[in-house]
């Protein structure tokens, strides 16, 4: 059988070289002719995952997996494109008042015109599954599987993409071809092992499909593979991301709450945590990534009406960042009435979460614009990220009037080192936003700002 995978990102090219390796005939389509190119000499536009490299040239030597800027007939069609947040259509609704006026301005509008890009304030991009899905139904055929993986709102399998099959090739989904929702659960840094042993939630838009995409995946998953339909698998995707972002935004609520009352949030999650049936996680800068800082928007954008607390935990989240920012501006205030100035601030770390090179919605970059457009020469580090590395460690830390931890990579824990980072520094400031300096900095003479950790008045 031949699969073709459009879209060879971080889903689609490690699908590509798995699909490959259980003895499919594999084709992977990608438009950005650069990652074409650079595939086609051998090269890698995806790093920092164990053994994708080594799977993926084996594919290619063997001659099982192909790249291409065009699809080609094939048995199977895998649709892997970008989803990102419409940037232009976000609005952050301070009032209820607003958020009613949105949720009426939202539920005036039909279903299938909220997977069409109408001006809504939060909308999911859904330009390059329909472009994917123009492109392959040149060459759909009767008895195809079409599998889209792509993370969509609810009822974009049935509401977009089966309509746009149907209307270009004449054919009818559930007779002449097979359609069904397979969204991805994978962990960046640990792809390749996840694609095979997680369990997947496969959507089909009628029983058939649904059987059809079953059969498909179980000829190389590990895992469970469970049936059900399309605009649950959808649900269920932006559920398991979404509940993560709520559960992070109470941990930032609790965090900007602890600065009011004096307390350090850390040491109290530590200890409400010692309670059998509570798991509070760690607060920090913000959300990143293309999933939790993206995907509860998708949920909003069908059901805004509704979508309350999710709504409410994205606007805390995403606003994380600018009290970063203002804990910044107390600490230069304080610096410029000293009379030293902050002439250079240095920030580790770039990727969304520790020990990975993705800076994907980073609320690190979010912070890094922020103090550039105050003004403020910026300096970052990220060991994972190449265009953030070509400075050394010390390079980046020295002559700082303050220095900013944004991701707690374990590289910085094993390279800081106090004292050596006190005679770097032209100023000993230290901001903290996860929680992770031990009290050997403020033993040492730094002077420490936490998030999340307020400083009693009595």
Excluded at 1 to 17: E, H, Q, R, S
Excluded at 194 to 217: H, K
Aim: glycine letters at 8%; aromatic letters at 8%.
């Amino acid at each position: 059988m031949k699969v073709c995978i459009i879209g060879l990102g971080y889903i689609g090219f490690p699908t590509a070289c798995v699909v490959t390796k259980a003895g499919y005939e594999v084709l992977g389509v990608d438009t950005n002719s650069d990652i074409i190119i650079k595939l086609k000499n051998g090269g890698l536009h995806i790093i920092n995952e164990d053994g994708l490299a080594d799977i993926a040239r084996e594919a290619f030597n063997e001659g099982r997996l192909r790249v291409s800027d065009k699809p080609e007939p094939a048995d199977v069609f895998i649709i892997a494109v970008p989803t990102p947040f419409r940037q232009n259509f976000y609005r952050q609704e301070n009032s209820l008042a607003g958020n009613d006026v949105v949720a009426e301005k939202v539920a005036a509008t039909s279903v299938k015109d909220r997977f069409r890009g109408n001006d809504l304030p939060y909308t999911a991009d859904l330009s390059y599954v329909e472009r994917a899905t123009r492109d392959l139904a040149t060459y759909l055929s009767k008895g195809n599987l079409v599998i889209l993986e792509s993370t969509v709102p609810p009822g974009t399998t049935v509401n977009l993409v089966q309509t746009v099959l149907e209307e270009e090739t004449g054919l009818v989904c559930g007779h002449d071809f097979f359609l069904a929702h397979a969204p991805e659960r994978v962990l960046p840094g640990n792809i390749l092992h996840e694609l095979i042993y997680n369990d997947r939630v496969i959507g089909g838009v009628d029983s058939e499909s649904g059987e059809r995409a079953v059969a498909f995946y179980k000829s190389f998953v590990k895992g469970d593979v469970v049936k059900t339909d399309a605009t649950t698998a959808e649900l269920v995707k932006l559920m398991e991301n979404t509940f993560r972002d709520v559960n992070i935004a109470l941990a930032n609520e609790f965090a900007l709450i602890a600065e009011k009352l004096g307390v350090d949030i850390f040491h109290a999650i530590s200890l409400a945590n010692r309670h059998p049936r509570v798991n509070i996680l760690k607060p920090g800068p913000g959300v990143g990534g293309h999933c939790l800082a993206v995907d509860p928007y998708f949920i909003v954008q069908v059901v805004p009406e509704t979508a309350r607390l999710i709504s409410l935990a994205r606007e805390i989240n995403s606003t994380m960042p600018y009290h970063v920012m203002r804990l910044f501006e107390g600490i230069a205030t304080r610096c410029a009435q000293k009379g030293k100035p902050v002439k250079k601030v240095a920030l580790l770390g770039a990727s969304y979460k520790a020990n990975v090179g993705d800076e994907r919605e980073s609320p690190a970059i979010k912070v890094a614009h922020l103090l550039s457009e105050k003004g403020y020469p910026v300096v970052i580090h990220d060991p994972y990220i190449e265009i953030y590395n070509s400075l050394s460690l010390d390079d980046v830390v020295r002559r700082a009037d303050v220095l900013i931890l944004l991701t707690d990579h374990d590289i910085y824990r094993a390279q800081l080192e106090p004292h050596k980072v006190f005679n770097l520094m032209r100023q000993p400031v230290v901001l903290d936003t996860r929680g992770f300096f031990g009290q050997e900095w403020d033993a040492m003479g730094f002077e420490m700002i936490r998030l999340g950790v307020g400083k009693r008045s009595c």
